[in-house]
């Protein structure tokens, strides 16, 4: 079942955009604030699992762990409820 979810998720990913890159526009996803995160629900977990694929290439890791996601999602978002200029990526390091 894990399998199947990570897959989807995976899927989304790649047909799921932040609304900030739909317009054809380069993004530098460190530079991604609190506020262009929370304003586009649909693109909350394709940034995640961008932003974990990014650190988990950098640390060597290769397990996906879809608690951990969620959990980071929701650290995420706890995060910049009262600091909408918070650069999203920072929060990971």
């Known amino acids: 079942m894990k ?3 990570i897959t989807a998720a995976a899927l989304a ?3 799921t955009l932040p609304t900030i890159a739909s317009a054809g526009q380069n ?3 460190t530079e991604l604030t609190c506020k262009e995160f929370m ?3 649909d693109g909350i977990m394709p940034t995640i699992f961008w ?3 990014y650190l988990s290439n950098a640390t060597g890791n290769t397990v996906i ?6 959990k980071n999602v929701q650290d995420v978002v706890e995060a910049c409820k009262d600091n909408p200029d918070q650069k999203i990526f920072d929060l990971f390091n």
Not at 65 to 70: A, G, S
């Open 27 to 29: 993004v530098d996803m």
């Open 13 to 15: 990913c790649l047909v």
């Open 3 to 5: 399998t199947i979810m």
């Open 65 to 70: 762990d879809p608690d951990q996601m969620v």
């Open 39 to 41: 304003a586009d629900p």
């Open 51 to 53: 932003i974990d694929g």
